[in-house]
């Protein structure tokens, strides 16, 4: 039988495979031309990776076969419990929902009536603007309109 | 003494009386000539009004003298309590932050180095993208990168 | 300005007064030419009326104009917090997900690839099944596919 | 003595099995004859297998024996704590009862009287139905009616 | 419209007037020919009474007619969220379950194979032994055993 | 030293043990000649055995001689934390005490005065019921009662 | 019907009147001659008191009836969910048991066998040490010792 | 380097080993000279021992280096998380604190005026006193008493 | 009997009046010869303040009886519950303690040794510092230390 | 691949090596010419340390390659979950928060307008001051003001 590791454990093992070879999200996104922000989530266990993908990162990075087996999987998505995250560079995303979701519901449904932002025919980018009072963090969210169809 | 309301109670008169009039947040962002998130997030709740515009806002939406009082003072900003709010609408904002949010972080840290970005120095637009296969909401976060700074 | 009630206040009138009246959900539903669990979600709070129906509904169950108004409204969907509720009548439906959830999970993967059962383009029927050794309910959940498209 | 793995350890056990085979959750659940959701449930770890269709299943994944044990040993059933789970594909049914459930509720009891659709004496399908629009996930929950018998 | 009074409110009207009047929950279920902790929990809020013993207990503690009319609807049952009570009385029943409750498992499985008490088929006794050490508090519950019935 | 193994391990030990030879709970508490919920509950970790018991056991079930030693360990009772466990079986009881424990809690003040039932002065008893409608499950829950007695 | 008012509210009305007359717990105490620890809880709605003294108390603070009824009828003990406050003088006693309650644990397990100190046939002191390096707060729980006696 | 171990894996098997070598845990704090309660929260790693204390234990009980180092490491006290534990035994003084600390509260604040007990200045003592109705469990807590000084 | 204001509700009235009449919490102190952290505090509803003060804060706000006395009451401290705030303000402090909160506890342990700063015999004070590049809040906090001392 | 080790674990073992080998925090902060908390932070797994700071304090301390290596890494910050802790030295920060939290909110909007003091932009310093009634901990928090700026 194979030896397990999960898509989380798998994550971490990436990570640092990562940090010690010097290698950048961004060239692991090109080598398998995906985008950048898909390539990240996908190689931290939110997404699953075709075979192909799974063995190019594995041979990049130099990872073990357990390790690209648990990139092919399907993974079980977010954090696994509905509880809000400590760590600053994420908190202040969910601080922004808590102060503009309201806000935003608002806005969505006066532009295209009753639905949703789907999560899922969605993507998301990030991106540098400079800006002489210091650079920006620019975080595009994009995703298809879901009315409330019965 | 003056009668006293909260500002989410005067976020609900004012979201009622948008309603029935048939006013626009957007119609009511032009009129105070402020962006669109930013005067419905206000309106409801989360900014602080200058008097002026407070006293605009009630005199579109015949509002009483309380309500426009509330809207001028500082928020306590947030739900109040870290949990994750219900409403679809909202709530898939929340899960691609938890599918997503430590992809951003990575990328945030590639690109910049150790830090956030700022929710304060922060600001969020919306805007409909029309597309054949369905229109599509995107919705985007600018904030200002603060770089860990001892 | 007119005297506010939110969707759940007027969602308990509407059951009160549908109480009193000996009024069925499944007859208010023919009233407004509506699936009965759409409507009773609706009258409950979850669902926004048009206008006419609104006020056809106020009719027959004699409604004030607060309620009417009210049910027009968009609503916050869900229960506000992400806690399980204790009504038996409700629970063995968070139950029979609690036991069978990740099964549902690795027949929807395995029968469509990688994606959700949207709750939005969504719609749920429920029947009595006569059955000899004790009638059934047989509730069915109907949603569209949407697969995880970036 | 034997050593000692759980039901839930057992479950990852089979799924990876499955998954590096790439073996169908439906061809396992032909091969010991019982429904697909009973099935993929019960190797996930909440239903006993009968020792045979243990070692039937056993056999085909080449698992080893404390696996097959963990199969047949009575499970405790669901998550363990009343907490909602994040992964999408499982938590849109969540969504669904958290907006519907207070109506199936109301419709339970306008057609049978006061009592409850049991999770027990209680069975779930699911299946595909095309859809010009995009086909659809149908899922069934079949349960029997039991009265509130004093 | 008739004013609006819920099943818990009139509850503790109802056990208010009772204890003003000095009336037990014995002589009350006695005047309405029902077991007397089904009245006691129907009096609290947990069941639905008929018309004619709401309005029997309504002479006997000469209650309004909102909390008659209370009386008679369907409960949402239970406390409503899934905490466990501090107050003393009620909370050793609790530490018993969580002491006792795996084994009153494994019991019913061993005795019964796989299945659940109901708790819905399901009646409460309680009842005073005497003990010259001390009397006794005997609580039986007793419910139908519902097997595991795909 | 002495390999350790806690309690709880020790019992899920006892209990794949007890399953793989085939040997009853009830067989299990005749050996040592007590009653037989006390001896499961014993057994799964939440009463200490005497040490001849321990070594009884253990023997009947070929332990090792660190789960006997576990035995003998005065426990710390019940799951550890204040939440509802999520299994069927043991769940309804949990709903049971939901919807009744206040009805106990009125009876007991009603019949006895201030004060509680037992939790520690007491016994449980499970025994099942012929029933042409189905057989019952009756478990009895026997304290003594404490009055409030400062 | 009589005006309704539950023991807490009715605490916060006697602790109120207490403060604006200048009287003290303990003069209350001595009024109806109990403990002073007894009497302060029952006044905050812990305890019942008997009629007498009920109108003992609301002669002395010049009560409303509705108060005064309210501290006789039976009470629902604690703060009604498990969880830890956050006033600094109550919070000390919760922390010094989160740091010495295993040790109190082992040690009545050594001096007394398996068991508990009774919380029901239990009282609390409290007393005032002068101390040179400044005054002690000294506070004797002093509860029956109930071993597990099936 | 040295092997690493834990101040509360310590502490299980300093109890382990205390209970096989039939050591109590007075005999413990006679050995080291300290008071018995303070000396069992210690060992259970809620205090840190000196280097000679720590070895004297270790000699008496025959415990590694590892376990003998950890004991003399500043501990993080508690349990880690602001939640109440459900061993009866200690959930006892967790009710009575529910149910008698906002009284204990008043009478500090009545006897010393604002401030609290301390938990750091503190010490707890616990003994047996003889009573022909079933004996007695006495805790004394004794802290200084803190003034609010700003 | 005097109309009761529990001290949370004085401290929002206190707020709105010093709002409406733009009065600074600096004035306010400075009226009555207070820190300025401790009198916003008290008027919040975290201190009780003296009669004289009281009337004097109620002299230039222009508050009812009520009010006044109600900032003479002994408060109950905090937030009532242990959850951390979302509004950004106070969030950042929370955030702060949660980075470098066991570096604090490190530090005081190898300056102090076992033991803790006081959070009774303590102050806060917050100045603005200017700085070229954005001025600085700077907040001190400044407690006794106080040993474990048994 | 390197073994792999997290900043949490890398800091429990720096903590023990420090202790075993008596060496202080702030000798290891003047080692690598960084004040004292951000380095005692940093060894805790808050903050990353550069290649040369990692190694530097590896050979004081004697680590391990992979301790070494986990010292550079991007930390998540924070404790994972947004919960209060226990230990009394770290609580009383917490509690102080707790109590003058909406005070310091007050006066930093007085003093600044509408903001935040930054948590990144941020240093904190800690000082024994001397005092003949008991020397006292000064804790010092320095951010720079960041004002909501859209």
Same mark, same amino acid.
Do not use: C
């Given at each position: 039988?194979?030896?397990?590791?999960?898509?989380?454990?798998?994550?971490?093992?990436?990570?640092?495979?990562?940090?010690?070879? !010097?290698?950048?999200?961004?060239?692991?996104?090109? $080598?398998?031309?995906?985008?950048?922000?898909?390539?990240?989530?996908?190689?931290? !266990?939110?997404?699953?990776?075709?075979?192909?993908?799974?063995?190019?990162?594995?041979?990049?990075?130099?990872? !073990?076969?357990?390790?690209?087996? $648990?990139?092919?999987?399907?993974?079980?998505?977010?954090?696994?419990?509905?509880?809000? #995250?400590?760590? #600053?560079?994420?908190?202040?995303?969910?601080?922004?929902?808590?102060?503009?979701?309201?806000?935003?519901?608002?806005?969505?449904?006066?532009?295209?009536?009753?639905?949703?932002?789907?999560?899922?025919?969605?993507?998301?980018?990030?991106?540098?603007?400079?800006?002489?009072?210091?650079?920006?963090?620019?975080?595009?969210?994009? !995703?298809?309109?879901?009315?409330?169809?019965?």
């Amino acid at each position: 039988m194979v030896a397990m590791i999960d898509k989380l454990e798998a994550g971490q093992i990436v990570s640092r495979a990562r940090f010690v070879k !010097g290698t950048t999200w961004r060239s692991l996104a090109d $080598a398998i031309d995906k985008p950048v922000v898909w390539t990240t989530a996908a190689l931290l !266990g939110q997404h699953a990776l075709t075979s192909d993908d799974a063995w190019r990162i594995g041979e990049i990075l130099e990872l !073990g076969d357990d390790v690209v087996e $648990a990139m092919q999987v399907q993974p079980y998505r977010g954090s696994g419990t509905q509880q809000i #995250p400590t760590d #600053p560079t994420i908190y202040r995303f969910y601080e922004a929902l808590d102060v503009y979701g309201p806000a935003l519901k608002e806005l969505i449904h006066e532009e295209f009536g009753d639905g949703i932002m789907s999560a899922i025919n969605f993507n998301v980018e990030i991106e540098r603007r400079e800006d002489p009072k210091g650079d920006r963090v620019v975080v595009t969210l994009d !995703g298809k309109f879901l009315d409330y169809n019965w």
